[in-house]
């Protein structure tokens, strides 16, 4: 069984164009946000697909702002002082400190099933994310997070995240797909890199975030056999269009794999490889490529279609689930009507627009864990989605959260104030009393 493990959007939720080489996030830095909004839409795709029977998990987000980044950047006094001066003197790092960015799941860690790993164990490593500064500060959070969730060391392994240095950089699963055969015990791993410090290969308009060694060293870690295993390197031409992570032009799961033309280098090759590795699988796996033709690469990065979430049922239908703009774009819902009709049954369309516009669609914001039975038992129940926990989140989402924000309100005490309630909350909602350490962070009134 496959649990999703959805970010919840937090209260800081902003526009902060932060991103580097993500369009969205460039192109809407600066406008305002509305953090209720985002939040309902997220849980609403959970609430969803639990509806349709598929287990639902909820990752709380980061407690923001990240005051210890702003006084490691030399700002002191009391927290409003520092978030005051930082407001005056260097806005880009309030907002990196402010960030949201815990919601995109798919970033928070890479995670192999046990039978993949010799260990024999779930195998957690959660991601260093150092190519982006506001995203740096998410590592520390995501690994108490995984921790406290998935806490019994009989079953699951936490290793730490990558030491924090380019040649490590690592960005969690958003470059990693897991296939399987469903009617099979064959699964492999496809671990994408952007780049490779011995061979000097770098995106060229934008920075590629994923190193080989980071990948590589989540490999060995994993212990996963090399039968179970492809290292495959990102397109250049996709980093430069803007497919910073290869979930943007990608997305896999059990024995179908949807990809566009320009995903991988040598991607004919790649292709074959993985076509081979799979030949004795019972299900065989099913390739849908998307020519550049039909969906140019910069249609795709604006539809994000391949970033949408693939869910097989247990009556074996295949389902997917899109953000809404591949409805508006006449190229993406042309490729869903005409290439993925054959295989997808159903097609749900999502209205995610306040993450979309921070470049994360349905898949960025889930990271999906394989597990069986008896490891889903030792799942921590507290973050779980049920009936009541929905109704709890979005009177809790309702009652603590603005419905507008701009950078401009990053530095008004009374936001600090209004997360720490929120948080303080949201840690009996999902029974983590010791997630956060929140009375370190009360603000000085
Ligand atoms: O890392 N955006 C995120 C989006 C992550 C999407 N995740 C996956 N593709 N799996 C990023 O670029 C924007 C934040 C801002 O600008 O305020 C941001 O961090």
Not at 41 to 46: A, E, H, T
Not at 137 to 160: G, M, P, V, W
Not at 165 to 175: L, T, Y
Not at 380 to 409: F, K, M, N
């Amino acid at each position: 069984m496959l649990l999703n493990l959805d970010g919840l959007v937090g209260p800081s939720h902003h526009f902060g164009g932060l991103a580097f080489g993500n369009l969205a996030s460039m192109g809407h830095g600066g406008q305002r946000s509305n953090p209720r909004q985002a939040a309902l839409q997220g849980l609403d795709k959970m609430w969803q697909l639990l509806c349709l029977g598929f287990p639902q998990g909820i990752l709380p987000p980061a407690l923001r702002p990240d005051i210890s980044l702003l006084r490691e950047a030399g700002f002191s006094g009391d927290d409003n002082a520092v978030t005051y001066q930082a407001s005056r003197t260097a806005p880009h790092l309030l907002s990196a400190a402010f960030s949201a960015s815990s919601m995109w799941a798919a970033n928070a860690a890479t995670v192999t099933a046990a039978s993949d790993s010799l260990d024999g164990r779930l195998q957690f490593t959660p991601a260093n994310l150092i190519s982006t500064l506001h995203r740096s500060i998410e590592a520390r959070h995501n690994s108490k997070a995984l921790r406290s969730i998935f806490s019994d060391s009989a079953y699951f392994q936490h290793h730490c995240p990558l030491p924090a240095q380019n040649s490590f950089a690592d960005e969690g699963a958003a470059n990693h797909i897991r296939l399987y055969d469903p009617q099979g015990v064959g699964a492999i791993n496809l671990f994408v890199y952007g780049r490779d410090e011995a061979q000097q290969l770098q995106g060229n308009r934008f920075p590629a975030r994923q190193s080989r060694l980071a990948s590589e060293s989540i490999i060995r870690r994993h212990k996963i056999p090399a039968d179970q295993q492809m290292l495959i390197q990102q397109s250049p031409v996709a980093i430069s269009a803007g497919a910073f992570h290869n979930d943007v032009v990608a997305v896999g799961h059990a024995n179908l794999l949807f990809i566009h033309e320009h995903a991988f280098a040598n991607q004919i090759e790649v292709l074959q490889k993985l076509r081979a590795m799979t030949d004795a699988w019972n299900s065989p796996l099913q390739i849908i490529e998307i020519s550049n033709n039909e969906l140019p690469l910069e249609l795709a990065i604006k539809s994000y279609l391949f970033n949408s979430q693939l869910l097989l049922s247990a009556e074996q239908e295949w389902i997917l689930v899109a953000p809404q703009e591949c409805r508006l774009q006449k190229e993406s819902e042309k490729i869903i009507e005409t290439r993925l009709c054959e295989i997808i049954n159903r097609v749900l369309y999502f209205d995610l627009k306040e993450s979309m516009h921070n470049g994360g669609g349905p898949a960025c914001l889930r990271l999906a864990i394989p597990l069986d039975a008896t490891e889903y038992q030792a799942v921590h129940p507290g973050i779980l989605l049920t009936a009541e926990r929905y109704h709890q989140l979005q009177s809790w989402i309702v009652r603590h959260y603005r419905d507008q924000l701009t950078l401009e309100c990053l530095s008004d005490p009374q936001l600090r104030r209004e997360i720490l309630t929120a948080m303080d909350a949201l840690t009996r909602i999902l029974s983590l009393p010791n997630l956060y350490s929140l009375d370190q962070a009360r603000p000085i009134t």
